[in-house]
């Protein structure tokens, strides 16, 4: 992964397998070994999260989560990239620009 990596709608994204995770209270509680961090996400996150069991292009998660949620699909690209984007700082997600 390039350090000037970014989520985009077309990229493929998927779990970083170096993170370990529990679940708590229907959330997720994350762990970096690498960087001695503790990670939580919400309702919301923990569903991405649970979405990214398997590798999966961002437009196909939106459309997953505009069919679960109301919420208009342009407020849900918004907020999903900011969120994706985050957890690709902290390297909880990989991501691999689709060909």
Not at 10 to 32: Q, T, Y
Not at 57 to 74: D, F, G, N, P, W
Request: hydrophobic share 45%; net charge negative; with cysteine.
């Amino acid at each position: 992964m390039k350090a000037e990596s970014k989520v985009t709608l077309k990229s493929a994204i998927s779990r970083n397998p170096e993170i370990i995770h529990s679940v708590m209270d229907d959330e997720i509680v994350m762990m970096s070994v690498d960087q001695g961090l503790f990670f939580g996400i919400d309702k919301i996150g923990t569903h991405i999260w649970n979405l990214l069991e398997t590798p999966i292009i961002v437009e196909e998660l939106i459309e997953k989560l505009v069919a679960h949620y109301t919420v208009e699909r342009e407020v849900c690209e918004i907020d999903t990239l900011l969120f994706l984007n985050d957890m690709l700082l902290k390297k909880v997600i990989m991501v691999e620009e689709a060909h």
